[in-house]
């Protein structure tokens, strides 16, 4: 690449690593977003690892480390997190997120729009903070429980566990008002409680638009369990009631995420 083997390269150079225009890469430079320096010429010169950030071509790096090879299971990013019941949406193969690899989709998301980030699961929410994604690799888990069993909900509420946040209702009308106000990453629902209402219930959860990638978590009595609907991710585990905090924790851990430790938990 001539000028990329001594660590710099030409606006053209970066903009096709970037798959953008060199006026893009020119205008990043103007508006102070990319570094760049001035040949006695006045063409632009970047320094390979400014351009970093940026990349989305065939040679560009993750933005931050993988996992250990040995690390299992492994972490989702947010496009594998937000599936579509286990396929990856065909809007997140066009975001530069998914594209570069990069492991978490807000350190890119006030880039401006020319970077290529798809924001396909922004709309949905007025901030980050909203994200069950971002809950999550910040730290905190929001699960709302639906559920009239008074001793499974007193013995929930005096425990303590540290990134749980819990609320609770007792009717599945109360909860699609709730999941709009605190956006839960996971829905408790009690089968004992619904009853034969359970399957509509559950349909509802999940086509739920307003928290892409909601996680149900059925509960119930021995003896009550159903197999999961069409073996939906969505849908991940029973818990036989009684059954604590702790229980529920295991369980949102086991769909790993990888912390981010520059994320501000939504406390």
């Not at 307003?210 to 029973?238: D, E």
Request: aromatic share 8%; hydrophobic share 40%.
């Amino acid at each position: 690449m001539g000028e990329a083997s001594t660590g710099w390269l030409t606006s053209g150079q970066a903009a096709t690593l970037c798959s953008v225009k060199p006026d893009t890469v020119q205008k990043w430079i103007r508006k102070g977003r990319l570094c760049a320096q001035r040949t006695a010429g006045g063409h632009y010169r970047i320094a390979q690892q400014d351009i970093e950030p940026f990349l989305t071509g065939p040679v560009a790096a993750r933005w931050f480390a993988p996992p250990p090879a040995g690390c299992r299971p492994q972490p989702l990013r947010c496009w594998e997190y937000l599936n579509d019941n286990g396929a990856v949406r065909d809007s997140c193969m066009k975001c530069v997120v998914y594209r570069v690899r990069a492991a978490w989709c807000f350190e890119v998301a006030g880039l401006g729009p020319e970077i290529g980030h798809a924001r396909t699961f922004c709309s949905a929410q007025n901030s980050c903070q909203d994200c069950v994604y971002y809950q999550r690799v910040s730290g905190t888990a929001k699960v709302l429980v639906i559920s009239a069993d008074e001793r499974l909900v007193s013995r929930l509420s005096v425990e303590g566990h540290d990134g749980l946040s819990l609320t609770f209702t007792a009717n599945a009308y109360e909860a699609s008002a709730l999941i709009g106000a605190i956006r839960p990453g996971f829905v408790i629902v009690d089968v004992d409680l619904c009853g034969a209402g359970e399957p509509p219930l559950l349909e509802c959860l999940l086509h739920e638009s307003r928290v892409p990638g909601l996680r149900i978590i059925r509960c119930g009595l021995r003896g009550h369990q159903v197999a999961t609907p069409s073996g939906n991710s969505l849908i991940p585990a029973w818990l036989e009631k009684p059954f604590d905090r702790a229980a529920i924790d295991r369980i949102i851990r086991s769909i790993p995420v990888e912390q981010c430790p520059t994320a501000a938990p939504d406390r």
